[in-house]
């Protein structure tokens, strides 16, 4: 007789050594318990995930960044770059052309419209002075006649335009 092993097969022959096992189980505790329990194993207590450690590189042999391989970002604070000491750049005067726009506001709290940016006594803005060009504006004081500014530094009195 051939003997041919199918899927039905393999769930009897589970079946029968779990009768075999769960009848050795059920004569040792019918034997009154004979038999010695294993030594109690050593418990664990959960730590928790292990603490990420992580040093710095001296160089690129002791590893790189992943995401920015060619960067030389990690190895910076290893040794020290000699530092060029940075040249402070002479300001340019440069004429810019600032028009008084009018005044306006009270007596006790006058304000100037300049290439139309409206000013407060003390106050400081950029404003523009030409096709993408910003000046740095310091309304001073104002005047029913005119206003003291600073454009960049440099002093100018702006007066309103005779016959308005």
């Excluded at 505790?29 to 004979?34: F, I, L, M, V, W």
């Excluded at 530092?83 to 340019?92: G, H, L, S, W």
């Excluded at 002075?129 to 100018?156: D, M, S, Y």
Aim: charged share 20%; aromatic share 6%.
């Amino acid at each position: 007789m051939k003997f041919e092993l199918s899927n039905l097969n393999l769930k009897w022959a589970a079946i029968a050594m779990g009768l075999m096992l769960g009848g050795t189980m059920a004569c040792d505790a019918a034997s009154g318990g004979n038999t010695k329990p294993a030594a109690a194993t050593a418990t664990t207590t959960n730590a928790g995930p292990p603490k990420a450690v992580f040093t710095k590189p001296s160089g690129p042999a002791d590893g790189k960044d992943p995401f920015y391989p060619k960067s030389v970002y990690p190895y910076l604070g290893v040794e020290k770059t000699p530092e060029i000491p940075k040249q402070t750049p002479t300001p340019t005067i440069v004429d810019v052309d600032v028009k008084l726009n009018g005044i306006s506001g009270t007596k006790d709290r006058p304000l100037a419209i300049i290439n139309g940016h409206t000013f407060e006594a003390g106050e400081e803005w950029e404003v523009n002075v030409g096709a993408g060009t910003k000046a740095h504006v310091k309304c001073v004081e104002i005047k029913p006649e005119g206003v003291l500014i600073f454009v960049n530094g440099q002093r100018r009195d702006l007066k309103l335009r005779g016959g308005i």
